[in-house]
Nanobody
Framework: QVQLVESGGGLVQPGGSLRLSCLVSEPIARFPIMGWYRHPPGRQRERVAMSTNRNIADLLDSVKGRFTVSRDNTKNTLTLQMNNLKPEDTAVYYC?????????WGQGTQVTVSS
């Protein structure tokens, strides 16, 4: 059973930074697509970032220039670096991994941006 464990969430003031990590129980090179999703309160879940095992990355328009997604194959980790955080970034953030039609999710980590 593939396991994804997120960490790094918390409470931060507007303009601050957080670094989310997703540790995977298998080599992440086995997953062609990985990503970060978020579920803001009262809104639908949305994809924030996507990363392929061919080093292609894509970001939600509202986070471009502030967030960066990266893979570390040596640590089996997907990372989301979030800078200049805004209150509208408040959400539960989930890590996602996909391969051969199977989709795996982490348990989520809360990010709260508030003064």
């Amino acid at each position: 059973q593939v396991q994804l464990v997120e960490s790094g969430g918390g409470l931060v003031q507007p303009g601050g930074s957080l670094r989310l990590s997703c540790l995977v129980s298998e080599p992440i090179a086995r997953f062609p697509i990985m990503g970060w999703y978020r579920h803001p309160p009262g809104r639908q879940r949305e994809r924030v970032a996507m990363s392929t095992n061919r080093n292609i990355a894509d970001l939600l328009d509202s986070v471009k220039g502030r967030f960066t997604v990266s893979r570390d194959n040596t640590k089996n980790t997907l990372t989301l670096q979030m800078n200049n955080l805004k209150p509208e970034d408040t959400a539960v953030y989930y890590c996602n991994a996909q391969r051969m039609g199977d989709v795996y999710w982490g348990q989520g980590t809360q990010v709260t941006v508030s003064s």
